[in-house]
T-cell receptor
Framework: DAGVTQSPTHLIKTRGQQVTLRCSPK?????VSWYQQALGQGPQFIFQ???????QRGNFPDRFSGHQFPNYSSELNVNALLLGDSALYLC????????????FGSGTRLTVV | AQSVSQHNHHVILSEAASLELGCNYS??????LFWYVQYPGQHLQLLLK??????LVKGIKGFEAEFIKSKFSFNLRKPSVQWSDTAEYFC???????????FGTGTRLQVTL
């Protein structure tokens, strides 16, 4: 059990559509970070949410947006999907925004056709 | 921007062989270093981490890594691998005051019986 819960586990979308991925952090954690892992690559940082605000952002376009709720859970939204958005999306939670104790979820596999 | 290089993309070893996976990072300031493992179909798990102090770090499952600041390296080692070590291994770094993880592209380790 990873302690971090992501849903759904798999998703197929069509180009141009919008998608929402969800993450529940490990109990006791208050910070959520999102990563994109393309096939054969290492995870790439998308953004981090702490105290319901986006604290850091990686090199991803504005089509990628997120939200953190008062219970620390988080959503990742991707608009105007491209084929290149097909990847495993990982959520990682931690306590505080220093990121020293990340726990990763099993990810959501997004396929854009 | 910081980067992490893992030069071994795919390593095949027989059981009981010794393992060393290379990891180099590019950043001149303070770094925190991590090795993560991703078993097939499972979430990323932390093997070991270095923040400060003894540059030889011991982790779970008999893994260890050595931080050599002058070489910007953090190589992962295990004296005797087991079939169950078959997985993808990622080196990652947190730099300066940031909390995001920057990952390498990963090394796929295949251990044969």
């Amino acid at each position: 059990d990873a302690g971090v819960t992501q849903s759904p586990t798999h998703l197929i979308k069509t180009r141009g559509q919008q998608v929402t991925l969800r993450c529940s952090p490990k109990s006791g954690h208050d910070t959520v970070s999102w990563y994109q892992q393309a096939l054969g690559q290492g995870p790439q940082f998308i953004f981090q949410y702490y105290e319901e605000e986006e604290r850091q952002r990686g090199n991803f376009p504005d089509r990628f947006s997120g939200h953190q709720f008062p219970n620390y859970s988080s959503e990742l939204n991707v608009n105007a999907l491209l084929l290149g958005d097909s990847a495993l999306y990982l959520c990682a939670s931690s306590l505080g925004d220093r990121g020293y104790g990340y726990t990763f979820g099993s990810g959501t596999r997004l396929t854009v056709v | 921007a910081q980067s992490v290089s893992q030069h071994n993309h795919h390593v095949i070893l027989s059981e009981a062989a010794s393992l060393e996976l290379g990891c180099n990072y590019s950043y001149g300031g303070t770094v925190n270093l991590f090795w993560y493992v991703q078993y097939p179909g499972q979430h990323l798990q932390l093997l070991l981490k270095y923040f400060s102090g003894d540059p030889l770090v011991k982790g779970i499952k008999g893994f260890e890594a050595e931080f050599i600041k002058s070489k910007f390296s953090f190589n992962l080692r295990k004296p005797s691998v087991q079939w169950s070590d078959t997985a993808e291994y990622f080196c990652a770094v947190v730099t300066g005051t940031a909390s995001k993880l920057t990952f390498g592209t990963g090394t796929r380790l295949q251990v044969t019986l």
